[in-house]
């Protein structure tokens, strides 16, 4: 079943140092913990129709990195049964590289980028990512990355295949992919 994806995109959160952040051991002593902590770059994929979500977790973004990241998200869809044709983007610089075009012509992909400054255009991306971080990244105080990663295998299922959506009528992205094999557990 071929549909639009609607964006390889990036979220950014703050890392959790070992021994935990400001959350869980206090302002003071978190500032003390946070250095070299730095940011998680959570770079997703998310389907128009259905609302199935792929996001990785990765070291920077750099068109390297974007591009293979297309290309295992690329996979993982076609295990779900759907075919990408069009990837959405910003117009981030990893986007406009011959890295990201190339990738897009060897994996069959029409590249599309949104207007500046307009991140509306890639509504849903931008939604995931602040449900993301609500629900997952700072739901409650992490004691480590480690304890954070650890938690998101299960929150990326939940929201796939057990979390209804208001904007597809109650429905969870999974129930909407309808030759995707684990819809019926």
């Not at 998310?46 to 297309?70: K, M, Q, S, V």
């Not at 690329?74 to 981030?92: M, P, S």
């Not at 500046?116 to 629900?135: A, I, S």
Request: some cysteine.
């Amino acid at each position: 079943m071929p549909l639009d994806n609607n964006g390889s995109r990036r979220a950014h959160c703050a890392s959790v140092p070992d021994g935990g952040g400001h959350k869980s051991v206090g302002r003071a002593e978190g500032r003390r913990n946070r250095a070299g902590a730095g940011y998680a770059y959570l770079h997703t994929a998310l389907d128009d129709h259905n609302r199935l979500a792929y996001t990785e977790d990765l070291p920077d973004e750099t068109a390297p990195t974007c591009a293979g990241f297309l290309t295992r998200a690329t996979a993982w869809f076609a295990a779900q049964g759907i075919t990408i044709e069009r990837v959405l983007t910003d117009n981030a610089w990893a986007y406009t590289k011959n890295t990201w075009r190339q990738t897009c012509q060897d994996l069959g992909i029409q590249p599309r980028w949104t207007r500046p400054w307009r991140p509306q255009t890639n509504g849903k991306v931008e939604r995931f990512h602040r449900t993301l971080l609500e629900e997952w990244a700072y739901i409650r105080p992490y004691t480590s990355d480690h304890e954070r990663q650890a938690a998101f295998t299960d929150w990326i299922d939940w929201y796939n295949y057990h979390r209804p959506h208001t904007g597809i009528s109650g429905q969870t992205p999974a129930s909407r992919v309808t030759n995707l094999s684990r819809q019926h557990t």
